[in-house]
Nanobody, 115 residues
Framework: QVQLVESGGGLVQAGGSLRLSCAAS????????MGWYRQAPGKQRDLVARITRGGSTNYADSVKGRFTISRDNAKNTVYLQMKSLKPEDTAVYYC?????????WGQGTQVTVSS
């Protein structure tokens, strides 16, 4: 079994910052990638940021320059530092874990940015 535990969401004013964390535990032998998706009400779930085992990253165009993804391989934990937050960043943020044979998802954490 694999579990993902997310933390760090909340309510922040526009221009503020938040840091999301996602810790993976369980039967994890090799991680291909970890990252974050988000889903706003009435919209599809979209990739926010992804980091591979080798440390390569990619970001949604809408968050480039504002969000930074990082990993602590020893702790199987991925972080998302979010700065200069905008109301349009409001969504449920989901952590994902790509183990190659299948993906795992966290329960989601709400991020709300007020104007």
């Amino acid at each position: 079994q694999v579990q993902l535990v997310e933390s760090g969401g909340g309510l922040v004013q526009a221009g503020g910052s938040l840091r999301l964390s996602c810790a993976a535990s369980g039967s994890i032998f090799s991680i291909n990638a970890m990252g974050w998706y988000r889903q706003a009400p009435g919209k599809q779930r979209d990739l926010v940021a992804r980091i591979t085992r080798g440390g390569s990253t990619n970001y949604a165009d809408s968050v480039k320059g504002r969000f930074t993804i990082s990993r602590d391989n020893a702790k199987n934990t991925v972080y998302l530092q979010m700065k200069s937050l905008k109301p349009e960043d409001t969504a449920v943020y989901y952590c994902f874990l790509d183990l190659g044979v299948r993906d795992y998802w966290g329960q989601g954490t709400q991020v709300t940015v007020s104007s």
